[in-house]
């Protein structure tokens, strides 16, 4: 499963930012597809998923409110739409799946995993 994360870039604190996430040779729908970010020296930590079955959405404390995800079947992508961003280093945004149509908020259940995309927040 080839995953492929793009969108990322500079931005401002508080500006937004949308990343995609495809799959050249994998229909991502209806499966569970979760974003994950890692900062340097840091433990990837979970940000959101996009359940598979019911389209449910789930959002680590720490972004919500501020991001969301979503999903195109047409185009075979799932986004997510960052806003309000806060100031950080560059920081590593991968979309993962372990083929189940169940989201999990534990980054090691994923199997599945793009390159990534990165993320700097600074002015």
């Known amino acids: 499963v080839q995953l492929v994360e793009s969108g990322g870039g500079l931005v401002q604190p508080g500006g937004s930012l949308r990343l995609s996430c495809e799959a050249p040779?994998?229909?991502?729908?209806?499966?569970?597809i979760a974003w994950v970010r890692q900062a340097p020296g840091k433990e990837r930590e979970w940000v959101s998923c996009?359940?598979?079955?019911?389209?449910?959405?789930l959002y680590a404390d720490s972004v919500n409110g501020r991001f969301t995800i979503a999903r195109d079947n047409a185009k075979n992508t799932v986004y997510l739409q960052m806003n309000s961003l806060n100031p950080e280093a560059t920081v590593l945004y991968y979309c993962a799946t372990d083929r189940s149509v169940d989201c999990s908020r534990l980054p090691w259940e994923y199997d599945h995993w793009g390159q990534g995309t990165q993320v700097t927040v600074s002015s």
């Open positions: 996009i359940n598979g079955n019911d389209g449910s959405k």
């Open positions: 040779e994998f229909v991502l729908n209806p499966y569970a």
